[in-house]
């Protein structure tokens, strides 16, 4: 069995990057072939989701070349498989110099613009770490590569600053690209957007302007809310993207928020952009945070103590934007110093604490909040009622207080009034579940949010 996913591993391994080799696959496993179905095993959940996600098929296909029978594969933890927290191992200085001339070498050579299509060919889906913070974006995306114009049409992704939009909307289009490199695409910010219609009517080429884009298959739009208070541009866009949507021509349009939260968006745009589902961003988690930083850290062959990287991950909880820069000011400082990242956060030489400033908020801020959103009191949302107005808050209250404070579900069933946990297990799971297809939910909780740290 070992020298069957040994051999399935080595022809996992040309297939992918070595990075996400890595991440991925270093501890994993066979557990299982019999009657065909594969068990295989993996240090904990979260790599069952990426493996699942990501690598089904070319594992399922790895075995088969093997010889091996395959009807399902699935996959298994095993607390026995060796950890991959080793012991730390200290730089030399000059392993360190050349590890720091890797890093910039990788950043040269892999970001590349391309002036046609305004992608840049540094984003790639295998180098976007899959997590529980956009798990659902992930899959609607691969779908749109798969079939574009297709199921998700448009594709509407929203989130805040740094959480990975530009990076995954980019990928989307590396990856048609490489698929077919006939197609024509186009990545603009709406900023630019707007800026080259007003350019090209000044020249008398609005006609022209509009030409180039109904030629499009692919148009992604960047950063939508810096539409607000454009309103020849945004009538332009809503001939564009009527035209290419009646043709089938997929449209991606990222936004810091939903449509409906952009003040002067015409309603009937608003309502279209969000036709087949809206996809979020979410901050990632801790065990996301360090999936991130160590594919980061394979991808530059940098090397970095799991306990650097847990402690990077622990205090940078803004977004992944902030976690890069902490991540590439520690390796350069070790760099500096001769020091290896653990060592520069022992000594207390560094010290990352990014907490955005919208944190500080309590418990009892949030249910307040939300019991006045739905006019309610605080002691109506925690009373027993099982009223429905009064239930859905104490739910949205749940699930405010796990996301935003990652409390316990004790904590949140103690803060909610309500008694034994499972309740509150039940209330997060249902609001999770809501939040997939009601826009009105996802559009109240964002407006509770605004409210909690406005
Ligand atoms: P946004 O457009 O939402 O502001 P970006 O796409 O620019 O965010 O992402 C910020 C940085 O974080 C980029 O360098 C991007 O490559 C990185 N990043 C974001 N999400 C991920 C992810 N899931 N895996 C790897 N890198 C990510
Ligand atoms: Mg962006």
Redesign the pocket.
Known sequence: MYDVWKNALAEIEQQISAANFSTWFQDTSLINTENGEIIIGVKNTFYVKQLRNRYLDIITVALKNNNLEVKTVDFEVQTNTKSRIQPREVFKDSALKEHVKKIRNTNAIKSQSNHETGLNSK?TLD?????SN?DLAVSAARSIIDAPGDRYNPFFLY?G????????VQAIGNELLKKNPDLKIFYTPIAHFYSDFIDAVKLGKGKEFNLKFRKLDVLIIDDFQFIVGKEKSQEEFFNIFNDLYQLNKQIIV?SDRLPSQIKSVDERLASRLTWSGAFD?QLPKFEDKCA?LR?KAELMGAEIEPEAIEYIAENVNTN??DL?GEFSTILLMSEVRGLTPLELIENGSISVNKTSKLRPTSAKQIVEKVAKYYNLTTKELQSKSRVYNIKNARQVAMFILSTELSLSTNKIANEVGVKDHSTVVHGIRKIRNDLKLDFTLRDQIEEIKEKIYG
């Open positions: 984003y180098n976007f770490v899959v997590g956009n989130g600053p740094g959480l990975g939009k530009t990076h995954l990222t961003l991130i594919a992944i934007r890069e």
